[in-house]
């Protein structure tokens, strides 16, 4: 882990609101893991947490939404702009662990950090991906899972409802998951009734980024922890 600046190779749009950023980064990374991000004109003063969306060579890239006033600065960068980064963070996916089938599920910008992870699960796992409305980078997801299943609330693409009602937990020995909280609970939930092991991304909001602050606390049955730094991947078992 470490704290540098790196300059925008390519920073687009790629639906309402999400964009794509692409940057410098040699070195390891796990997916699941996040790094903070930051301008270098202070505009705003605590960096922001961005999962790691893909890995390709010497090139990281982050999938984000403009949500309020430092994404939106982030946005606004283009390529060639340097920029501050620190990570990796956090401690990801344990893809080693696996065995068997494994369902990847992500509701909206949740999917972010899956892009990365079932590429290097391939055809070992399914993809499930909800969103609103809006859909995006489903071709990629597309190109590496055995199967995907895209639902959309309002059904304009793919399935119609929630992409929690569309997994077929008997079929699967681990679900992976990242999206709102209330959809993660309701997985968590799910996989104790059908036994299926899972581990979730949990998004809190984050100061430091390094387990210093303690703003960013999740309440396991082993105690408190830090989504920063014993997170922000959990196992539904220590969860409470
Ligand atoms: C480990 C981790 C990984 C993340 N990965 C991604 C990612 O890959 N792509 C992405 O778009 N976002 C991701 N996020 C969420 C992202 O960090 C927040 O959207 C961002 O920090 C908001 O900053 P802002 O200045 O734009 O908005 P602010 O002005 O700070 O807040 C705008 C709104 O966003 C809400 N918000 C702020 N932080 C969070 C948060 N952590 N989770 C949920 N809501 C929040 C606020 O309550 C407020 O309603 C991640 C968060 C964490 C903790
Ligand atoms: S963000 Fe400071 S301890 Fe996690």
Request: overall charge neutral; aromatic content about 10%; charged content about 25%.
């Amino acid at each position: 882990m470490k704290v540098f600046r790196s300059r925008i190779n390519e920073n687009r749009p790629v639906s309402n609101r999400i964009f794509e950023l692409t940057a410098d980064f040699e070195g390891e990374i796990k997916p699941g893991q996040f790094f903070m991000l930051k301008t270098l004109d202070n505009s705003f003063l605590l960096p922001r947490p961005i999962s790691v969306n893909n890995v390709n060579e010497n090139r990281v890239t982050f999938l984000y939404r403009a949500e309020g006033a430092g994404t939106t600065r982030i946005s606004t960068m283009r390529p060639g702009d340097e920029f501050q980064l620190f990570g990796p963070l956090g401690n990801g996916f344990d893809i080693n662990e696996l065995q068997g089938r494994t369902a990847i599920v992500g509701g909206g910008i949740g999917t972010a950090p899956l892009l990365y992870l079932v590429k290097l699960l391939g055809k070992k796992a399914d993809a499930y991906l909800g969103f609103k409305d809006c859909v995006y980078k489903v071709d990629e997801f597309e190109n590496h899972a055995d199967k995907t299943v895209v639902v959309t609330e309002d059904g304009s693409v793919g399935e119609k409802g929630f992409v929690t009602d569309y997994i077929e937990y008997g079929k699967y020995d681990t679900v992976l998951a990242c999206g709102p909280e209330i959809m993660m609970k309701k997985i968590v939930q799910s996989c104790r009734e059908n036994n299926v092991k899972c581990y979730v991304s949990l998004e809190r909001r984050m100061a430091c980024g390094m387990g210093v602050c303690l703003g960013c606390t999740v309440v396991t049955r082993d105690g408190n922890k830090r989504a920063c730094k014993d997170g922000p991947v959990f196992s539904g078992e220590e969860l409470i």
